[in-house]
């Protein structure tokens, strides 16, 4: 009888892991489609300064090309803020494939660098959508001890497209390389036609039968919807009854999450990671390395996919904010080796040739066990559900705002304190960011969305029980 008890719930638990994880799935194309767009400019940027290129990018022109992206992210967070509220999460997702196809094909009919930088700005509008509404569906379709692996993931694909990117960006020019980023957006908008709207968005919007189908299909019919339903039902009911305002943003139990998510925003940004991503072959091929810079590039690329799968796996038993300060460590002494490499004298670069690459390495490494996937997962997980679309919004605005901001400068940067003292910046700035982790930033693990705005709310944590969703009923 045990057995057979053990057996049926074994069978429940799968289910539920193959239904939460399919919508995952689903939502997680648009994080490949993010990842191409911001891969892209790498190996674009030498293949558009070749002679044979039909639209040649002069020098002037590369750090727009490598920055714009971030200027059409940065309006497009807000917006997915709103969207995502007034929309849903899923119809938001399912109108981006829209924008990315409307900018790759501005790209791909470029006959001259406006309508190419025009292209840059639409691809990166719809990255900031992406940004903002996959780590929200993720986290309000899975179970508290799932989210953070799910959570990511996010992360995770958004490196294999980089990784695609930089792989097929070695064979193919500009052009083509647009046509294959193409793909991935449509294979988001199938999918996603096939799971369904989150639980919490369909009550908090009237929509309560909906929610039990929508339960129903992630979680399994023996689970018994309309309990669960009632039960997530009671949560919502027992959070702030206000939807946003900007007076709403002065409440502590706002400002303080909206404050620690920008701060990991702003800092995983000055670590200087996407000066990395968006031009790693033109650093590479400033260092005089003997090696093709698109091979070295291409290992960049395995390395950061294959480290945030490692962080994603380690997301759940770690904990966040060891990760966090591992990754900040690492990172900063991985910055100081690589600044040092250019602090030396030409001829003595010669017997050390190895540690740029091998900076790269460790420090790509770093970034991606702790601040690539964590800010991200962290955002989706400390706002308040009434108004976690327009604070996503606001912290996903100051992330690109600062993508914007840090690539943009970075050659600019170079030309003031030259490329030691660059590197040497960002890596103290990665220091900085331990000690605001240390100091400031909770651990989420194994909490659940409820338990975590009581947190910040100052509420007694209650005696609860966990149902399918993860959320918590109060028991007498």
Not at 130 to 151: D, H, K, M, N, Q
Not at 352 to 377: D, K, Q
Not at 413 to 425: C, F, K, R, S, V
């Given at each position: 009888m045990e057995s057979d008890t053990i057996t049926l719930l074994t069978q429940v638990d799968n289910r539920k892991i193959r239904k939460f994880h399919l919508a995952a799935v689903a939502a997680l194309f648009g994080s490949i489609s993010m990842g191409t767009g911001l891969g892209y400019s790498s190996p674009a940027i030498p293949s558009l300064q070749s002679v044979n290129s039909d639209v040649h990018l002069d020098d002037e022109y590369v750090p727009w090309f490598g920055s714009l992206l971030a200027i059409g992210a940065l309006i497009g967070g807000p917006i997915a803020g709103f969207a995502v509220d007034y929309f849903g999460r899923k119809l938001t997702l399912m109108l981006i494939p829209v924008v990315f196809t409307a900018g790759w094909l501005c790209i791909i009919l470029s006959h001259g660098t406006s309508l190419l930088l025009f292209g840059r700005i639409v691809?990166?509008?719809?990255?900031?959508?992406?940004?903002?509404?996959?780590?929200?569906?993720?986290?309000?379709?899975?179970?508290?001890?799932?989210?953070?692996?799910?959570?990511?993931?996010?992360?995770?694909?958004?490196?294999?497209?980089?990784?695609?990117?930089?792989v097929v960006g070695k064979f193919i020019e500009w052009k083509w390389l647009a046509l294959f980023s193409m793909t991935f957006p449509s294979i988001l908008t199938v999918l996603m036609t096939f799971v369904p709207e989150t639980p919490r968005w369909l009550l908090i919007n009237g929509k309560r039968g909906d929610a039990i189908k929508a339960i129903d299909f992630l979680y399994g019919s023996s689970l018994n919807p309309e309990s669960e339903c009632q039960l997530l039902e009671t949560n919502i009911s027992q959070q702030t009854s206000e939807r946003f305002s900007w007076q709403v943003l002065l409440l502590p139990h706002v400002l303080r999450p909206l404050f620690l998510s920008s701060g990991l925003m702003i800092f995983q940004q000055l670590s200087g990671i996407n000066n990395v991503?968006?031009?790693?072959?033109?650093?590479?091929?400033?260092?005089?390395?003997?090696?093709?810079?698109n091979d070295e590039t291409i290992i960049i690329g395995v390395v950061l996919f294959l480290a945030t799968l490692a962080g994603s796996l380690l997301m759940d038993l770690a904990g966040r904010r060891i990760l966090l300060l591992v990754s900040g460590l690492v990172m900063a002494f991985s910055l100081a080796g690589l600044g040092t490499y250019y602090y030396l004298d030409a001829a003595v670069?010669?017997?050390?040739?190895?540690?740029?690459?091998?900076?790269?390495?460790?420090?790509?490494?770093?970034?991606?066990?702790?601040?690539?996937?964590?800010?991200?997962?962290?955002?989706?997980?400390?706002?308040?559900?009434?108004?976690?679309?327009?604070?996503?919004?606001?912290?996903?605005?100051?992330?690109?705002?600062?993508?914007?901001?840090?690539?943009?400068?970075?050659?600019?940067?170079?030309?003031?304190?030259?490329?030691?003292?660059?590197?040497?910046?960002?890596?103290?700035?990665c220091l900085l960011s331990c000690v605001f982790v240390a100091i400031l930033v909770p651990e989420t693990k194994g909490k659940t969305l409820e338990d975590i705005e009581n947190h910040f709310q100052g509420k007694k944590q209650p005696l609860h029980s966990v149902n399918a969703l993860g959320d918590d009923l109060e028991t007498i």
């Open positions: 691809t990166g509008f719809a990255c900031g959508l992406v940004s903002l509404a996959v780590p929200v569906y993720i986290a309000e379709t899975s179970a508290p001890e799932s989210r953070g692996i799910l959570g990511s993931c996010v992360q995770l694909m958004i490196t294999l497209g980089i990784l695609l990117t930089y991503m968006f031009y790693t072959v033109s650093i590479f091929q400033s260092t005089g390395s003997t090696m093709d810079p670069r010669d017997s050390y040739n190895w540690l740029p690459l091998t900076s790269m390495i460790v420090y790509i490494a770093a970034f991606s066990v702790g601040y690539g996937p964590i800010p991200w997962l962290m955002m989706s997980e400390l706002f308040s559900v009434k108004v976690r679309g327009w604070s996503s919004g606001i912290a996903t605005f100051v992330n690109w705002t600062f993508v914007f901001l840090v690539t943009k400068e970075f050659y600019y940067l170079i030309d003031l304190i030259h490329d030691y003292g660059a590197y040497w910046t960002f890596g103290s700035l």
